[in-house]
């Protein structure tokens, strides 16, 4: 939900090819719909997988609506396409995210919920120190999304890999598979992890991204 891809650095030095890392804007409303017109524009002009992890994931449907001619394929990581939790959001919302990130505390609940209970020291200090970063008004504003959130009415054909963390606290493996309703052409890879599965494994996850590149170049 942090959206700066500022996390993703271990990961993409594991990536063959080139990347391009489109942080979340916040400077527009924060629902999927108005971030993808605003990612639009950002998007390569020459052929490209898209990466979406977590929130991101909600992106995708809006973004293909728009009709992205250089897209070939798609990887959600420990995302979804409905609400993960109708219940526990509201609540979530209400709750001061930042001044909690930075409790004595908060490292349990960093490791139970995020990071797993193997997280390094160095990556729950980065995590803390970029969900410090963003600001609270957005933080709360993307929880608003994701607990009002529907499955789209729509479905894509493009090639489709999921990514899914088979330690994940706050994805359910329902939710994650609700999204080959979406995705005709989908394919799930498990990986032993937490739900922030990019961070904690990012060699493994980089080693079946790679491979679906290369599938798709084949």
Known sequence: MDGTGELFTEFLSHVDGDYLVIPLPEHAPQDHASLAQVIYKQLPQQDYI??????????????????PIHIK?????????????????PIAKRLP??????????I???????????????LVSNFVKVIKSIPDEILKNRLEVMSKQVLPQVTFELP?????????????ANKSQEVSKIFNHIEFKTI????????TKPKECALVV?????????
């Open 108 to 122: 349990i609940f960093h490791k139970l919920l995020f990071l797993g209970r193997g997280a390094s020291k160095a």
């Open 97 to 106: 995210i930042k001044a909690l990130a930075s409790s004595p505390i908060s």
């Open 73 to 89: 394929g798609v990887i959600f990581v420990a995302s979804f396409l409905s609400s993960p939790n109708k219940y526990l959001l």
């Open 50 to 67: 898209l990466l979406a992890e977590s929130f991101s994931g909600g992106i995708v449907p809006e973004l293909l609506k728009l009709g």
């Open 210 to 218: 790679n491979q679906f590149i290369q599938s798709g170049q084949s």
């Open 192 to 199: 032993a992890g937490p739900h922030f599965v990019l961070q």
């Open 160 to 172: 489709t890999l999921y990514i899914q963390a088979l330690s994940d606290k706050l994805i359910s």
